[in-house]
C-alpha cells in the first residue's frame, strides 16, 4: 500500500473555480509535507511546504494540515489555465537521511 | 538562482546496456535524489545522497547504482536495461530537508 495516497486521480474545474486536492498518510510519522507541481515535459517545482497543523495561504493556494488525521489538502481559488498539471503531495518524517516519499498525483485541468 | 542540469536529455538504449545519467546542481546543495517517473505517473525514489560520499537506498534501488563523486554532481547508473523500458528520470537537491529543486528530466528508452 502507498504511503502517501492522493485524490481524486483527476479533477477538472472551469476557469476561475476552485480546485480541491486531497493527500493522506499511512504513515504516523510523516511530519513534513509538500505540495509540488508538474507540467507536461518539465521537473516537478514547489509549491509550499506545511509542517505544522492549521492552514497556510501562499496567493491564491492554501494548504490544510491536520496531522491527527494524517490529512493534508491544497486549495487552488480562482484557477486559471496555467494551472492545469500533475499535482504531488510529499510527506517525509524528517529523520532517518532526508528520505522523501510522493503521492501518485491529481492531474487538474482548468478549461476556459 | 541556481539551476539543476541533467545530461543527456534523451537517452536510447539496447537491452542489457549499462546506461549512465548525469545531474549538476549549482544551489550548494548538501543532498541529492534521484526518482523514477513512469509516464504521468508518481515519483518513485531510487537513490538519495545527504553529502557528498554519501548513497542511501530508496524504494526502487535493485537494477541501479549511484555515484556522489562530488557535493555539486550525483550520477546514476541503470546496470541492465529492460527491453521496452521507457521512463523519465529525474535529478532533485535540497539543502537539507527543505523544498526539492528538481532537474528537467533524463528520458529514457530501450529497444
Known amino acids: 500500500q502507498q504511503k502517501v495516497q492522493q485524490s481524486p486521480e483527476s479533477l477538472s474545474v472551469p476557469e476561475g473555480g476552485m480546485a480541491s486536492l486531497n493527500c493522506t498518510s499511512s504513515?504516523?510519522?510523516?511530519?513534513y509535507f509538500w505540495w509540488y507541481r508538474q507540467h507536461s515535459g518539465e521537473g516537478p517545482k514547489a509549491l509550499m511546504s506545511i509542517f505544522s497543523d492549521g492552514d497556510k495561504k501562499e496567493g491564491r493556494f492554501t494548504a490544510h494540515l491536520n496531522k491527527a488525521s494524517l490529512h493534508v489538502s491544497l486549495h487552488i481559488r480562482d484557477s486559471q489555465p496555467s494551472d492545469s498539471a500533475l499535482y504531488f503531495c510529499?510527506?517525509?518524517?524528517?529523520?532517518?537521511?532526508?528520505?522523501?516519499?510522493f503521492g501518485s498525483g491529481t492531474r487538474l485541468l482548468v478549461s476556459p | 538562482g541556481g539551476i539543476i542540469t541533467q545530461t543527456p536529455k534523451f537517452l536510447i538504449g539496447q537491452e542489457g546496456q549499462k546506461l549512465t545519467l548525469k545531474c549538476q546542481q549549482n544551489?550548494?546543495?548538501?543532498?541529492m535524489y534521484w526518482y523514477r517517473q513512469d509516464s504521468g505517473k508518481g515519483l518513485r525514489l531510487i537513490y538519495y545522497s545527504i553529502t557528498e560520499n554519501d548513497l542511501q537506498k530508496g524504494d526502487l534501488s535493485e537494477g541501479y547504482d549511484a555515484s556522489r563523486e562530488k557535493k555539486s554532481s550525483f550520477s546514476l547508473t541503470v546496470t541492465s536495461a529492460q527491453k521496452n523500458e521507457m521512463a523519465v528520470f529525474l535529478c532533485a537537491s535540497s539543502m537539507g530537508l527543505d523544498t526539492q529543486y528538481f532537474g528537467p528530466g533524463t528520458r529514457l528508452l530501450v529497444l
Open positions: 504513515d504516523r510519522n510523516f511530519q
Open positions: 544551489f550548494n546543495h548538501d543532498t
Open positions: 510529499a510527506a517525509s518524517e524528517g529523520t532517518g537521511g532526508y528520505k522523501v516519499v
